[in-house]
C-alpha cells in the first residue's frame, strides 16, 4: 500500500520558517517526480513546488528564492524548506509523487498558518 505522509506544519510568524516532510512507503521515490503543492481557503489547488527524478527544480513565482524542495533518496522523504514565510503562504499543503506510467498518489495534507 503506498503512502504519502506529511509533516512539519504548524504555525509560524511573518518573517518564519518551517519544513515540511513527506514520508514515502510503499513506492521508491526516486522513481517519481515529486511535487509540494498547497490550497488556501477558497482557491484551487496550485503547484508550489516540483522535483524530478533528475533533481531538476521548479517552483511558483510566489516563492522563488524563499523555498526549497529537496529529497533525501535514502530515507525516501521529500522536503520542503520555507522561509521568510508571509500571511498568504497559509495554506494546506500537499505530497504529490507521479509517473509516466500514470501512477499519481497523494498525501493528506499538513496546515501551515502563517499570522501574527
Known amino acids: 500500500q503506498v503512502q504519502l505522509v506529511e509533516s512539519g506544519g504548524g504555525l509560524v510568524q511573518p518573517g518564519g520558517s518551517l519544513r515540511l516532510s513527506c514520508a514515502a512507503s510503499g513506492i521508491i521515490s526516486a522513481l517519481y517526480a515529486m511535487g509540494w503543492y498547497r490550497q488556501a481557503p477558497g482557491k484551487q489547488r496550485e503547484l508550489v513546488a516540483r522535483i524530478s527524478t533528475g533533481g531538476s527544480t521548479n517552483y511558483i513565482d510566489s516563492v522563488k528564492g524563499r523555498f526549497t524542495i529537496s529529497r533525501d533518496i535514502a530515507k525516501n522523504t521529500m522536503y520542503l524548506q520555507m522561509n521568510i514565510l508571509k500571511p498568504e503562504d497559509t495554506a494546506v499543503y500537499y505530497c504529490?509523487?507521479?509517473?509516466?506510467?500514470?501512477?499519481?498518489?497523494w498525501g493528506k495534507g499538513t496546515l501551515v498558518t502563517v499570522s501574527s
Open positions: 504529490n509523487a507521479n509517473n509516466d506510467f500514470g501512477r499519481d498518489y
